[in-house]
Nanobody, 126 residues
Framework: VHLVESGGGLVQAGGSLALSCVAS????????VGWFRQAPGKEREGISC???????????WYDKSVKGRFTISRDDAKNTVTMQMDNVKPEDTATYYC?????????????????WGQGTQVIVSS
């Protein structure tokens, strides 16, 4: 199981950025995938998750800190989960990670996030 994030960078407050998570080594479309972030000096926090389309209707979850501004989506044909970040704020500055389970788990409320990518850094300037 291998996850690679990309798309991070420097963006002005109010702007947009799209992060990608490309997966390999497992049947991606059967797995729920989540996005997390860790700001400097803070604990890692979960911000969003998307369930499997084929097994769990692709339901999504968002933390209140990003709900209405971030949108998670998946393209199973490309083994990719995308996080569209709109109206970003300086407090969104963090390293962003995607993660999934080591075993097949299709639903976000049951997944144990044990496989992680290397992260991609997002810096939001005010």
């Amino acid at each position: 199981v291998h996850l690679v994030e990309s798309g991070g960078g420097l963006v002005q407050a109010g702007g947009s950025l799209a992060l990608s998570c490309v997966a390999s080594g497992f049947p991606f479309d059967d797995y729920a995938v989540g996005w997390f972030r860790q700001a400097p000096g803070k604990e890692r926090e979960g911000i969003s998750c998307i369930s499997s389309f084929s097994l769990a209707d692709g339901t999504t979850w968002y933390d209140k800190s990003v709900k209405g501004r971030f949108t998670i989506s998946r393209d199973d044909a490309k083994n990719t989960v995308t996080m569209q970040m709109d109206n970003v704020k300086p407090e969104d500055t963090a390293t962003y990670y995607c993660a999934t389970d080591v075993k097949q788990e299709a639903q976000c409320d049951r997944v144990e996030f044990a496989t992680w990518g290397q992260g991609t850094q997002v810096i939001v300037s005010s």
